[in-house]
């Protein structure tokens, strides 16, 4: 069994700055992907910025230059670092692993529960 959790998420002023964390724990071989996604209602999930293992680092247009996505070296654990935050950016954010268990050959889509953002005045 394979566990994202999330954490970080709140409310913050617009113009603010906030930092999420996304650490992976269970029976984990290897990652080779990792993301941020977000949603709010009604609307489908979108891709904020992604991670690939030996491959490019990759952003949503609209939050190239405010966000940045990193990781540690464990490759366990990914951060979300958003700045100039916009009420547009309140959403659940997600993040979402590919990660491969102990005795699979195979990388499988994990996500976490998801962590609110709320940008307010």
């Known amino acids: 069994q394979v566990q994202l959790v999330e954490s970080g998420g709140g409310l913050v002023q617009p113009g603010g700055s906030l930092r999420l964390s996304c650490a992976a724990s269970?029976?984990?071989?290897?990652?080779?992907?990792m993301g941020w996604y977000r949603q709010v209602p009604g609307k489908q999930r979108e891709l904020v910025a992604r991670i690939v293992r030996g491959g490019p680092t990759n952003y949503a247009d609209s939050m190239k230059g405010r966000f940045s996505i990193s990781r540690n070296n464990a490759w366990n654990t990914v951060y979300l670092q958003m700045n100039s935050l916009k009420p547009d950016d309140t959403a659940v954010y997600y993040c979402q692993m590919a990660v491969r268990q102990y005795g699979s050959a195979v990388y499988k889509e994990t996500w976490g529960q998801g962590t609110q953002v709320t940008v307010s005045s």
């Open positions: 269970g029976s984990i071989f290897s990652i080779n992907v």
